[in-house]
């Protein structure tokens, strides 16, 4: 418990450093989103609406100390302000549905790739020289080796153009109205994610399973290996209670940065499949010079990745009685 509580404090502090850093970040540029929003709207906004605006985003008047309590003050009430690029609607409702798509699809793929791969490299390197080690894992290899926008771009004109098996766009039939509980627009979603979800899972696989197969190997090596098998216990039991357990635990760390970075989104991913996530949002937020959405997305993304690597820790303690 004493490790949890110290890497919940180091968690904690990272985090106040990172909301302290988005708040000073803009406001080291020359001018602030309010100027650049009248900028764009070339006059049609009210200037006395310049003031109230500067609140909002946090760029009061008076001294930077009052300033930054402004914001934290915004910030826990999750006010991020209002988005420049589709003024007025406010930060969190762009980045609500957004958000939510992301981790539907890229979390849900990344787990499932995850998984898959360790699984199969677990086999790939209790049965060295079998069918998984030979054959599929220089497949998976080769093609994780190749450019994501390349893989994607493929399965996109194959089965998006020429065979036209799944839809090549968006999240659903964009002629449907988003309504969970029918069944016509939930099979729409999953047929347009199928697509991207697959060559996610292609792209990842290698990765994760060659990264376990060399954990394995160098576990195998171990005596308490060799005295399990001694011990007459069964090759299941060695192999996934003796072996992986303890070979998964380096893999661990990067599933969660993995895990963390979910929140941004698979940038590619959701260009060439116009998949409206995060990060497709945030690219929208950049080419609009929209700061405070790019000030809110970087703080989810940072938040995330804390969060995940603290599942990582606790995940540590529960399988390594050496962390306890």
Request: aromatic fraction near 14%; glycine fraction near 8%.
């Amino acid at each position: 418990m004493r490790f949890l509580f110290r890497r919940l404090t180091f968690y904690i502090v990272a985090a106040f450093a990172a909301i302290t850093l988005n708040f000073f970040i803009p406001r080291m540029m020359v001018g602030d989103p309010v100027q650049l929003m009248f900028a764009q709207f070339q006059g049609r906004l009210d200037p006395r609406a310049m003031e109230s605006l500067k609140e909002t985003f946090g760029f009061v008047q008076g001294p930077l100390l009052q300033q930054y309590i402004t914001y934290l003050t915004n910030l826990f009430q999750g006010n991020f302000g209002l988005s420049v690029s589709s003024f007025p609607v406010p930060v969190i409702e762009l980045i609500g549905p957004s958000l939510a798509w992301t981790v539907r699809l890229i979390g849900f793929s990344t787990i499932l790739a995850f998984i898959i791969g360790t699984i199969l490299g677990v086999f790939a390197a209790w049965r060295r020289g079998g069918g998984i080690d030979n054959i599929f894992l220089p497949i998976a290899s080769v093609v994780g080796a190749f450019p994501f926008f390349w893989i994607a771009m493929v399965v996109l004109y194959l089965f998006g153009l020429v065979w036209k098996w799944f839809p090549i766009g968006h999240a659903y039939d964009v002629s449907m109205q988003v309504d969970w509980g029918n069944p016509t627009f939930l099979s729409s979603v999953v047929q347009h994610s199928l697509m991207p979800l697959c060559t996610i899972i292609i792209t990842a696989i290698g990765g994760w399973m060659l990264g376990m197969r060399n954990n394995m190997i160098g576990v195998l090596s171990q005596d308490y290996v060799t005295m399990a098998q001694a011990k007459g216990l069964s090759d299941r039991r060695v192999m996934l209670v003796y072996a992986a357990r303890n070979a998964i635990l380096p893999s661990l760390t990067g599933f969660a940065m993995s895990l963390g970075f979910v929140v941004g989104g698979a940038l590619v991913v959701e260009l060439v499949f116009a998949y409206p996530g995060m990060g497709y949002t945030l690219l929208r937020a950049v080419q609009g010079r929209d700061y405070p959405l790019m000030q809110a997305v970087f703080l989810v993304i940072t938040l995330a990745v804390l969060a995940a690597n603290f599942a990582a820790d606790i995940m540590y303690v529960l399988l390594d009685p050496r962390a306890r």
